[in-house]
């Protein structure tokens, strides 16, 4: 695991997983309005097609805002990784350039 990639993953995966789940609530949004238009049922008569499409959407729901939170977080590590960088090599070349 590297300095910036926090848990073994570096930003660009959980964009990529973000994104992913991005388009799969979208699609499981759309699922459940149009299983939901088409039959009609609400409440303990609805279809398995509405049931398993809100299940779907929860759990993409989830996985967005987790993936969205850890890309996030992984972003802010990167940038304090690279911040101490380059304040580490300020440091050398301000020694090398002292006199001696």
Request: with cysteine; hydrophobic share 50%; glycine share 4%.
């Amino acid at each position: 695991m590297a300095d910036g990639e926090p848990h073994g993953m570096n930003v660009e995966s959980f964009r990529w997983v973000r994104r992913v789940a991005s388009a799969v609530v979208l699609l499981s949004a759309l699922a459940l309005i149009l299983e939901r238009t088409r039959s009609g049922a609400v409440g303990p008569r609805s279809s398995a097609p509405a049931f398993i499409a809100a299940l779907c959407f929860l759990v993409s729901v989830l996985t967005f805002i987790v993936s969205w939170r850890k890309e996030l977080a992984a972003g802010a590590h990167a940038a304090q990784v690279r911040e101490r960088q380059q304040h580490e090599l300020l440091k050398l070349q301000i020694e090398r350039e002292k006199p001696r």
